[in-house]
């Protein structure tokens, strides 16, 4: 500013030198000195272009490019402070001076050549004529502050134009000027423009340049949208109630504007809220940087959120040169680059809110980063990065990184845990700490993966706390508590699986009822109660668990059989919370499931297997019973399950390489196919034959595209004999298969690996092995294929319609070692339910009022009552074809040419009825050429919907009876088995039939 001043001064006293030799060449009268612009008045405008013409004469100088630039006539009439000194900041100040009638003339002075200028004559001859050039050269101008003006200007933009009331302010095209500190209001939307601030002279008007944006929407194509290039400080307020963007396009800047960014301040920028702080801004910088800053950056109040999307460039999103500070408000960021960065200073946070997402460093500094209040969640590939000193004095911190924790913290006043963890932890899995009573003393969530984290609170003392990663507890290399320090620092933190703990485990408590809230538009529930029900498509809902209210949930039905057959509305449903929200969970809990009970009148089938399962210490789901809601109104009784490929895999993987498969099945290979191809050891189910493709099973969890693992445990478990064994321990955890198959086995759950369809199971693999996880319960204990009758299945290979040949898996049976494991599994169960008379009475006085309660039962309650009660003669178990089963080619009486069985079963090629009371006739004589299902409720008062036959055009012939009869009978057995009766025969045979 001091060299153009300079070059004014020297211009203005060559011209006047050159006609009078510092001399006016008329009387003052003459003249309208103070007139700068030529308008014929003395005014403000005539200061601003004094201003201007100093600031940046190539473009308001006496040659500048502007239409409207200071003229050399001009230039004369402005120079009226010290006059013949050339024009200098002085001559604007007098202007006003003389305006606001502190003077009574101008020029106001003169000056004097004896004085403080200085000037010196040269004489040239050019053609015999003499010519004398008087040069002067002005003083270092004296910085005379502008008194301050109340400035009050609205902006209002549209689309291509801007158009404004008051002053300081100059609209040309998409692009308004504003020379001037004071305040600035602006409101609308550019389709591609500018905010441009430039004060000719920010020492001589060095208030703030106030944007007060009021409802902007402005889009900055091919140049920054707010770009202050000169003002001694530049504030943006966000309007109480507006919310405001800030974009570039889709192209990068060119020429001088290359690296700029959304916003560019060559000198302080803050950004601040209104009084009541309610508003927004939102950056979206596609190509550029979203805010650069020369010197110091403050963010104040209000919410600004700020995208960068250039993944190539990986551009930053906040970056002041000399420091950026947080003092309040709250400051949103993704990043493909770094989120705060300071290049040259510190950064400093001292109150409000701060998220960070990004790519890079979530916060760097070069000098310093001190962090002494408000509430901060730094997420990134690096935490925190200093090259100095890194400070936490106060506020609540979380940074997470997956290159590095942080570098530099030494030191911290405030209690500071420093956490490695041993395995890299997916987003949506939020980090907590409790106190000694089991309180909640810290919680944040973390929007990216993360293997290392910081976690420091003023709630955070000197005592004893829990640490939980996913809503799970967490241990450490030396223990299961953690302390707090300055700071602490904690290696291989990892599941506790020895003290297991969830903070979500209140949902899954068996000792009491739960109750989960659908919320949805009734519309929008009768809708999605149509086809998207059939279909298994997702819809959104809120969702209340036991009083606790999650926004926008994913729920859709599930199952097969389950809901396939459904009649009232019961489906089977999951929930997955953060399908819209992606930082959804109920603490750390991300999906579940509900099931409905399906052929199982006790409602305790699936509770009895897992709670066998917890007793051994299996590896299995956590359930609990709930009521199912929907708009306040009960909708059914539901029974509540951990979803294992999320919240399960989290809770047992214990390392990166850690993969869950689900076994399911695949049609038409060879060996089987279709609905029943895992029938006769056919390999189109999850097997583990030889044949087996390893793509029967779904990876659901971990990074194992290719199966590497299952193909792995394929061959060993096929080439593994009862000579050569032990090596099976290296890539299987041979407990947990021997405990599924002893609760598989000792409750008949034969719709499983241990039956003749080899799914409803799970292997999760992790720590370098396989473990076998019980799913899926509900045929269990005399309601599969034969009903009853299975409670006589041998207890010593744990199969049923199944043999070694095609359940590689139970090979581990034929090894004395692993059957004495498996033999003490069987009688740690039988021991745990001794007197399954008390243990299924518990329960059912628990639930029968919500069983009674439950509009959608798909039973009577009497139903219930026989299926939980202990009956006078025990279990009946039929024969003569009375339990159904399968009679694959037909055959006399048993699934022969007359009825495939008296109470049901499968006659595969029969002739008449396939049953007296239903089954499958596969291919029947009289009844073909239709698919016909006869639905026959035991119970009376049963939906006419669910009794109604359906006839589809195809080549079934016979019936389906659902429900059978008394003591088994039809595909499923009866729903009438009680459990208890079950139990008991089952332990009888069992101690009879067990090895010693």
């Known amino acids: 500013m001091k060299k153009k001043s300079l070059i004014a001064g020297i211009l203005s006293a060559c011209i006047v030198g050159s006609a009078a030799a510092l001399t006016l060449s008329g009387s003052a009268a003459d003249k309208l000195y103070g007139d700068a612009n030529l308008d014929g008045a003395v005014d403000m405008s005539d200061c601003v272009l004094i201003m201007q013409s100093l600031a940046n004469p190539s473009k308001y100088g006496t040659t500048g490019t502007y239409e409207k630039h200071i003229t050399l006539e001009g230039t004369d009439m402005a120079d009226v402070s010290e006059r013949g000194n050339g024009l200098t900041s002085n001559d604007a100040l007098s202007i006003q001076r003389y305006l606001l009638g502190i003077i009574k003339e101008l020029p106001e002075s003169y000056s004097s050549t004896a004085g403080s200028t200085t000037t010196t004559a040269a004489t040239t001859v050019t053609n015999n004529a003499t010519t004398t050039v008087i040069t002067t050269t002005a003083p270092e101008p004296t910085v005379t502050t502008l008194p301050k003006e109340d400035v009050d200007t609205k902006i209002h933009l549209k689309g291509s134009s801007i158009t404004v009331e008051g002053k300081y302010a100059e609209a040309n095209g998409s692009k308004v000027t504003i020379s001037h500190s004071g305040s600035y209001t602006i409101d609308g939307t550019l389709d591609d423009g500018q905010i441009y601030v430039e004060v000719p002279d920010a020492n001589a008007d060095p208030d703030t340049v106030k944007l007060v944006f009021n409802g902007v929407n402005i889009t900055g194509k091919n140049a920054p949208a707010v770009l202050v290039k000169n003002a001694d400080k530049t504030s943006i307020t966000l309007a109480d109630g507006t919310e405001n963007t800030l974009s570039d396009g889709t192209s990068p800047y060119a020429g001088d504007n290359q690296t700029d960014a959304v916003i560019e301040a060559k000198d302080d920028l803050t950004i601040k809220g209104g009084d009541a702080g309610t508003g927004i801004l ?308 991300t999906e579940f499931c509900v099931n409905n009970f399906y052929s199982d009148a006790s409602c305790m089938r699936d509770l009895i297997c897992y709670d066998a399962m917890y007793t051994i210490d299996g590896v299995a789901p956590k359930s609990s019973y709930t009521d199912m809601y929907v708009n306040g109104k009960l909708y059914s009784f539901y029974f509540a399950l951990e979803q294992p490929g999320t919240t399960l895999a989290e809770r047992y993987a214990i390392d990166d390489d850690s993969n869950l498969y689900k076994a399911t099945e695949r049609s038409n290979q060879a060996g089987g196919g279709g609905m029943w191809g895992g029938f006769g050891g056919g390999d189109s189910y999850s097997t583990f034959t030889e044949k087996m493709p390893v793509s029967n099973l779904d990876l659901k969890f971990g990074n194992d595209e290719q199966l590497t693992h299952l193909e792995e445990l394929k061959t060993a478990i096929n080439k593994m004999t009862t000579s050569n064994y032990k090596f099976i321990e290296d890539i299987m955890d041979v407990p947990s298969f021997l405990k599924g198959f002893a609760v598989n086995s000792v409750m008949c759950n034969y719709d499983s690996y241990n039956g003749s369809l080899a799914h409803n199971y799970y292997l999760i693999y992790t720590g370098g092995k396989h473990y076998f996880v019980g799913w899926d319960y509900n045929l269990c204990l005399g309601i599969f294929m034969d009903g009853a009758s299975s409670v006589n299945s041998d207890i010593n290979t744990s199969l049923y319609n199944a043999t070694v040949d095609n359940r590689p898996f139970a090979k581990l049976l034929q090894i004395p070692e692993y059957y004495d494991m498996y033999a003490g599994y069987v009688k740690e169960i039988m021991n745990y339910y001794k007197n399954p008379e008390q243990y299924v009475s518990n329960y059912a006085q628990m639930i029968r009022p919500h069983v009674e309660a439950d509009p959608r039962f798909a039973f009577s309650v009497d139903q219930f009552v026989t299926s939980t009660t202990k009956s006078a003669n025990g279990l009946q178990v039929g024969g003569n074809g009375g339990n159904g089963g399968f009679n694959w080619n037909g055959g006399n009486n048993n699934g022969g040419n007359n009825n495939g069985g008296n109470n049901g079963g499968f006659n595969w090629n029969g002739d008449n009825n396939g049953g007296n009371n239903g089954g499958f006739n596969w291919n029947g004589g009289n009844n073909g050429g239709q698919w016909n299902f006869q639905f026959n409720s035991d119970e009376p008062d049963a939906d006419a919907e669910f009794d109604q036959s359906w006839a589809f055009e195809g080549g079934f012939g016979g019936g389906f009876n659902w429900n059978g009869g008394g003591g088994g009978g039809g595909m499923f057995g009866s729903n009438s088995v009680s459990v208890i009766d079950f139990l008991l025969k089952r332990f009888e045979v069992i101690n009879s039939t067990l090895k010693a």
């Open 282 to 589: 939102n950056i979206t910088a596609n190509v550029q940087p979203a805010i650069v800053c020369n010197n110091d950056i403050k963010f104040t109040g209000g919410t600004t959120n700020i995208d960068t999307l250039n993944e190539t460039e990986a551009n930053d999103a906040v970056k002041g040169k000399d420091s950026v500070t947080v003092k309040g408000g709250q400051l949103n960021i993704k990043s493909e680059g770094d989120g705060i960065k300071s290049s040259k200073g510190s950064v400093d946070i001292e109150d409000g809110e701060v998220n960070i997402k990004c790519g890079k460093d979530a916060i760097q500094a070069e000098t310093a980063i001190n962090i002494s209040g408000g509430k901060i969640g730094a997420f990134g590939d690096k935490g925190l990065t200093s090259a100095g000193t890194i400070g936490i004095t106060g506020g609540e911190l979380l940074a997470t990184a997956t290159d590095n924790q942080c570098e530099n913290l030494t030191s911290t006043e405030q209690n500071t845990l420093m956490l490695d963890f041993t395995k890299e932890w997916t987003k949506n899995n939020p980090i907590a700490v409790t106190d000694s009573s089991n309180n909640i003393i810290f919680d944040h969530n973390t929007p990216k993966k993360y293997k290392y984290a910081i976690v420091s609170s003023p709630e955070i003392g000197s005592g004893e706390y829990k640490l939980f990663a996913g809503g799970i507890k967490m241990k450490h290399s030396s223990g299961s508590t953690f302390k707090g320090g300055n700071p602490a620092a904690y290696k291989d933190v990892n599941n506790d699986m020895e003290n297991e703990e969830q903070l979500y485990g209140s949902f899954f408590d068996l000792k009491q009822i739960h109750k989960i809230e659908v919320k949805m538009p009734d519309n929008d529930w009768s809708t999605f109660m149509g086809a998207p029900a059939q279909n298994e498509e997702w819809y959104p809902c809120d969702l209340v668990i036991d009083g606790e209210e999650i926004k926008n949930v994913g729920i859709r039905t599930k199952g097969n059989s389950s809901r396939m057959m459904v009649s009232n509305g019961k489906y089977s449903f999951r929930f997955k919370l953060d399908k819209y929200e992606k930082l959804n969970n109920y603490h750390g809990l």
